[in-house]
Structure formats: structure tokens, C-alpha cells
């Protein structure tokens, strides 16, 4: 997995690896979409990788650039101004609980009557706040749904894309990509971006000194030693969000020691607050 190289410093509150290939790719992609005007079909974008790979925190990057990027209008007047709709469905979905969950992000309320008109009223909302892109995480729970539930939850998202005029960002475990590609329709209006688990070597060590500099910890080129990478790598399964947790906690045992500067035994008491990774 190459990756670029991280810029030399990283604020505390960044993502840390938004910077890297996959990542930025991810982000820039997601940008250019939603900057495009449909003329006929909107696309969707269906991101996927293991949970903990950092698709959150890429949707969270790219509704900051799209925000940035398409500030409100002067004399806007009084409709809420909304570029990006981000949200995630509640389980057990049926198009009506995805379409009350986007009225309530979208600053609807939600009465006893909502449901009658609940599906036109998103449609309504969407060129009436200015929305460019729907974002919805962890769609893998409303994919993996009975068939009726699912079949119900595609046909919502066609709705939303062709009634609304806007695109569509689902993003959730590897699952639903194949959902996505067995659904012919959807299949040709989807563009696949797929996270892979970070590889050994070169990769994973240019990412350990991207978190460990971005946390502040101690000597960032120390961690990113292949005695350290290799095994914080083993043990992470290649996960971002593990490779995070691990060298975390590892600084925060060896505080407990006043000690700055992380070593192996700090990484093994670390090791011991987590569950074994698994494979998906």
C-alpha cells in the first residue's frame, strides 16, 4: 500500500494520515462529485474498508472542504443553509426511517403526520438548503437487513439520488460494496473506493511516525523503527484506528512510569487492554 509522505507536522486535533494516498484520494474524489452540477444521473460513492480504517473521519474531512468550499450565499434568506447532509440511519431501516433521520438532520421537526410526507418533504429540503452531497456511515447495518428491508433501503437511496438531484456517499464495511455491485442500476451509477488494511514495512512505518507525531508523543522516528513498527503493525491487523489505540495507550503507560519515551514492555501492558484483532 504506498502512501505519500505525511507533511512534516500535524496538529493534535488532525485525522493525522488524511494526507496519505488512499486517504487524500478518498477525500478528493468525494470533493469532485459533489462539485459537479448532474446533468442526468447522480453518482454514488460507496466507500468501504475494515471498520476502523478512518471512512468516518474521511466523510468528517470532506463535508469540512465541501463547507469551506461552498460558503452560504448572501441574502440567503430564512432557509437553513445545509451543503452536506452527513448522518447515520438507525438499524432495522425501511425508506421511512431514512427519510425522517435526514428531515431530523436536516432541522425538520418530526410530528405525528411526518411519515405521510416524509420522503418528498427530504426532496423538498435538499434544493431548498442548498445540499451538494449525502453522506451516510455505517450503511453495512441497513444492507444487511432481511431482503424486503434491503430492497426497501436501495430503492430509498434511488429515490433520494434521481427525486433529489443530489449525490450519495454510503460508506461502511466491504459487505456492502458487493450489495451495491449486485444491484445492476446502482452498480453503474457507483464509483468503489475501497480502504485497504495497512501493509508491513515502509507503509505502516511512515503511518506510526504520521499518529505518533500528530499525538504528540516522544521521538515519533523512534516508534516508526521496524522493531517497533513490525510488531505494532502485527498486532494493530493493519487497522488504523488500531495502530491508534496501540501507540495511545503505550504512551499513556509509560507516563504512568515518567517516562516519555515509549518502550516494548509499555507496548505489551498496552496490548493487554485489548481484545485479539480479527480478521472481517
Not at 469540512?64 to 438507525?90: C, D, K, M, N, S
Not at 453495512?140 to 438531484?165: E, I, K, P, Q, W
Not at 451509477?189 to 508523543?217: F, N, T, V
Request: proline content about 8%; charged content about 25%.
Amino acid at each position: 500500500m504506498s502512501v505519500a509522505a505525511p507533511p512534516p507536522s500535524l496538529a493534535p486535533a488532525s485525522p493525522f494520515w488524511i494526507d496519505f494516498e488512499e486517504a487524500h484520494n478518498a477525500v478528493e474524489t468525494i470533493v469532485e462529485v459533489a462539485h459537479d452540477d448532474p446533468e442526468e444521473r447522480p453518482t454514488c460513492i460507496v466507500l468501504t474498508g475494515q471498520s476502523g480504517m478512518g471512512k468516518t473521519s474521511i466523510l468528517r474531512e470532506a463535508q469540512r472542504r465541501l463547507t469551506e468550499a461552498f460558503p452560504e450565499p448572501a441574502h440567503w434568506g430564512e432557509a437553513r443553509y445545509q451543503p452536506v447532509l452527513r448522518t447515520v440511519i438507525p438499524s432495522s431501516p425501511t425508506s421511512l426511517k431514512i427519510n425522517l433521520a435526514l428531515l431530523w438532520k436536516q432541522g425538520w421537526p418530526i410530528r405525528t403526520n411526518t411519515h405521510k410526507t416524509a420522503d418528498l418533504k427530504v426532496i423538498d429540503l435538499l434544493a431548498a438548503q442548498g445540499t451538494r452531497l449525502v453522506a451516510i456511515d455505517n450503511v453495512h447495518v441497513m444492507l444487511t437487513a432481511s431482503g424486503a428491508a434491503r430492497r426497501d433501503t436501495l430503492d430509498a437511496f434511488r429515490f433520494l439520488m434521481s427525486a433529489g438531484n443530489v449525490p450519495l456517499v454510503v460508506a461502511g464495511l466491504e459487505v456492502a460494496r458487493q450489495i451495491f455491485a449486485d444491484d445492476v442500476e446502482l452498480a453503474h451509477r457507483s464509483i468503489m473506493l475501497k480502504l485497504p488494511l495497512w501493509e508491513p514495512g515502509e507503509p505502516s512505518q511512515r503511518l506510526i511516525r504520521a499518529l505518533a507525531r500528530g499525538m504528540g508523543m516522544e521521538d515519533p522516528d523512534h516508534l516508526a523503527d521496524p522493531t517497533f513498527a513490525e510488531r505494532i503493525w502485527r498486532e494493530s491487523g493493519g487497522v488504523t484506528g488500531n495502530f491508534k489505540r496501540i501507540l495511545r495507550w503505550s504512551g499513556k503507560v509509560a507516563k504512568r512510569h515518567d517516562r516519555a519515551l515509549v518502550t516494548q514492555d509499555d507496548i505489551s501492558q498496552a496490548l493487554q487492554l485489548f481484545m485479539p484483532y480479527s480478521p472481517e
